[in-house]
């Protein structure tokens, strides 16, 4: 099993921005790729970001491409997600996710973790 806490979610203005954080426990070995979902009020969960553990290869939805970046520590075993320039639009609970494969937007997921609350005020 692998575990996955997220942190760093709050309400910021329109144009701030905000650090997502993720800490991974367990069985991390059994994974490759991690990434960031999202679910905005009334709307399916959609990809947001996913990178490599090795190597470092990102992959980014078009609509934050340019606004957020993805990065990961593999010492401390933590995930990241910088986000700047946000959009009332960006509103959604934001969910780390652990999981195999190439890191595309279709890379299998295995795990997920309880999801952090991003608001951005017009």
């Known amino acids: 099993q692998v575990q996955l806490v997220e942190s760093g979610g709050g309400l910021v203005q329109a144009g701030g921005s905000l650090r997502l954080s993720c800490s991974a426990s367990g069985r991390t070995f059994t994974t490759n790729v991690m990434g960031w979902f999202r679910q905005g009020p009334g709307k399916e969960r959609e990809f947001v970001a996913a990178?490599?553990?090795?190597?470092?290869?990102?992959v980014y939805a078009d609509s934050v491409k340019g606004r957020f970046t993805i990065s990961r520590d593999n010492a401390k075993n933590t995930l990241y997600l910088q986000m700047n320039s946000l959009k009332p639009e960006d509103t959604a609970v934001y969910f780390c996710?652990?999981?195999?494969?190439?890191?595309?937007?279709?890379?299998?997921?295995?795990?997920w973790g309880q999801g952090t609350q991003v608001t951005v005020s017009s």
């Open positions: 996710a652990a999981g195999s494969g190439a890191p595309t937007p279709k890379y299998k997921v295995n795990y």
């Open positions: 990178i490599s553990w090795i190597g470092g290869s990102t």
